[in-house]
């Protein structure tokens, strides 16, 4: 049973930092992709960040050039950097992996953590 195990939430001033980890367990195949996303009340579940097995990166244009997605997949651990955090960036933020195995694409969520901006 693959289990993501989310660490690394919390409150933040504006302009601070944070670095969310996620750390998957349980797969015996390659993660493909290990992402994040994130939600707030009443709105969808939004990509914020991706990354392949091959460090090819997808950011959302809302944290182009503030966050940093990374991966060491020796621990299927991904860590997402976030930098000049803002209000807006408030949510809950969920950890996110696709394993390919063959034609079959699995995906798996983690838990969710909760990042509250504000001063």
């Known amino acids: 049973q693959v289990q993501l195990v989310e660490s690394g939430g919390g409150l933040v001033q504006p302009g601070g930092s944070l670095t969310l980890s996620c750390v998957a367990s349980g797969s015996r195949d390659s993660i493909w992709s290990m992402g994040w996303y994130r939600q707030v009340p009443g709105k969808r579940r939004g990509l914020v960040a991706a990354i392949s097995i091959n460090n090819m990166t997808n950011y959302s244009d809302a944290v182009k050039g503030r966050f940093s997605i990374s991966r060491d997949n020796a621990k299927n651990l991904v860590s997402l950097r976030m930098n000049s955090l803002r209000p807006y960036d408030t949510a809950v933020y969920y950890c996110?992996?696709?394993?390919?195995?063959?034609?079959?694409?699995?995906?798996?969520w983690g838990q969710g953590t909760q990042v509250t901006v504000s001063s």
């Open positions: 996110h992996i696709i394993i390919v195995i063959g034609i079959q694409n699995d995906q798996y």
